[in-house]
C-alpha cells in the first residue's frame, strides 16, 4: 500500500468518480490511476469501487470507509511535512484567512500590519465571503482560519474560538425622519425600507430580533459589504442597519448614527479552523493578536474540547472586548 494509492482514491472520489478530471488535476496519466487502483484493491482483497464497462460507477460501502481513513492517513501524512518544517522553517509558510467584508475592512488591518512585520517571511492570503462560505473554505482546506459572526451551521469538526463581541448601528441621512429620534424601536424600524446584512438565515441575530417583536422587516437590499450598505443609504434607498465598528469613525456630515444596542442583541466574532489543523507558530501568534485573551495555552486546552458547546461554556463569565 501507497501513499500515491490512497491519494488516487480520495482524489477520485473528490471528483465525483471521474478519473480523467482526476489525472488532469494529479498531472498524471488516466491508465496510470485506474491500475493503481485496482492494485489497492487486489492487495487488500476488496473493491473500492463498482465499474460500469470500464468506468467507476459508485462507492462500494466498504470503499466509504476505506476513502475517509485514506483522507485521515493523507492529512497526517502532512502534518508530518508541516512539523518538520515548524523546526526547519520556524518563521516562513503561508496562511489563508477567509472573512467577511466588515470584518476584512474594519476589524483585520491593524492586526494583519502587526502581523506582517512580525512574521514578514510569511505569505499571507485573505479571500473574502459570507460566514457560510468561509466556514466551507476552512472546513475543505481552502483556508485555515475563517473569522465570521455566524456559526449556526458548524459542526464539531470545525472548533470556533470567541474573540469579541460587536453592535449593531442604525444609519439614516440628517433629512429622515428617525434622525431626531433618542432611542428608537424595532417598531419604528418596521415601518420603513431597511438597507441591511442578509436576512436570509433564519438563525441571524437581526432575524432574531424582528421575530422576537412580532415585526416583519421591510428588506429592500441586502448584501455582505457594510460600505455599500452606506452608499445605498446615501441614495435614499432605506434605512440602514450595520456593524457599529463600520461607522465608528463616521465623517460623513450627511450621516446620522442612531444606536441600536438596545433592541438588537451583541454578534459574536469568532476564529474558526479544522480541528485536523496542525496549529504553527505564526499561526497562534495571529490568533493572539487578533484575540489578546486566545494565548498558546488557552488555544490547547480549547481544541480539547469535544465539541463547540464545551467551547463557548469555557467562556461563561468571561468578559470579551466590546467593539
Request: charged share 10%; no cysteine; aromatic share 18%.
Given at each position: 500500500m501507497k501513499l500515491q494509492q490512497?491519494?488516487?482514491?480520495?482524489e477520485v472520489a473528490n471528483n465525483d468518480l471521474n478519473v480523467s478530471l482526476t489525472s488532469e488535476k494529479l498531472y498524471t496519466s488516466q491508465p496510470g490511476i485506474s491500475k493503481q487502483i485496482k492494485l489497492l484493491e487486489d492487495e487488500l482483497g476488496v473493491q473500492?469501487?463498482?465499474?460500469?464497462?470500464?468506468?467507476?460507477s459508485q462507492v462500494t460501502p466498504v470503499g466509504e470507509k476505506i476513502i475517509a481513513s485514506a483522507r485521515e492517513i493523507l492529512n497526517k501524512s502532512n502534518d508530518i511535512k508541516i512539523i518538520a518544517k515548524e523546526f526547519s522553517q520556524p518563521n516562513q509558510g503561508s496562511l489563508t484567512i477567509t472573512t467577511t467584508y466588515t470584518q476584512a475592512r474594519y476589524a483585520l488591518p491593524s492586526v494583519i500590519q502587526k502581523f506582517m512585520k512580525q512574521y514578514s517571511n510569511i505569505t499571507l492570503h485573505m479571500e473574502q465571503g459570507s460566514s457560510a462560505q468561509c466556514i466551507l473554505q476552512a472546513q475543505t482546506g481552502l483556508a485555515e482560519?475563517?473569522?465570521?459572526?455566524?456559526i449556526s451551521q458548524l459542526n464539531d469538526d470545525m472548533i470556533a474560538l470567541p474573540c469579541y463581541h460587536w453592535n449593531q448601528a442604525v444609519i439614516v441621512m440628517k433629512d429622515h425622519p428617525l434622525a431626531k429620534s433618542r432611542l428608537i424601536s424595532i417598531e419604528e424600524l418596521s415601518k420603513y425600507?431597511?438597507?441591511?446584512?442578509?436576512f436570509s438565515n433564519d438563525g441571524s441575530d437581526l432575524n432574531q430580533a424582528f421575530l422576537k417583536a412580532k415585526q416583519s422587516p421591510n428588506i429592500v437590499f441586502s448584501t455582505t459589504d457594510a460600505d455599500l450598505i452606506k452608499t445605498y443609504v446615501k441614495l435614499g434607498v432605506g434605512v440602514g442597519i450595520v456593524a457599529k465598528m463600520a461607522v465608528s469613525n463616521n465623517s460623513d456630515d450627511n450621516f446620522v448614527v442612531?444606536?441600536?444596542?438596545?433592541?438588537?442583541?451583541?454578534?459574536?466574532?469568532?476564529?474558526?479552523?479544522?480541528?485536523?489543523?496542525?496549529?504553527r507558530s505564526y499561526m497562534y501568534d495571529f490568533t493572539h493578536l487578533f484575540a489578546p485573551h486566545l494565548n498558546r495555552q488557552t488555544v490547547d486546552k480549547l481544541i480539547l474540547c469535544e465539541n463547540n458547546t464545551e467551547v463557548l461554556a469555557m467562556f461563561n463569565g468571561v468578559k470579551l472586548p466590546v467593539c
Open positions: 490512497l491519494r488516487y482514491i480520495v473500492i469501487f463498482t465499474r460500469t464497462g470500464k468506468h467507476l482560519f475563517a473569522i465570521v459572526t455566524d425600507p431597511l438597507v441591511s446584512y442578509d442612531l444606536n441600536a444596542g438596545h433592541i438588537f442583541p451583541y454578534s459574536t466574532t469568532y476564529i474558526v479552523f479544522s480541528r485536523s489543523l496542525f496549529l
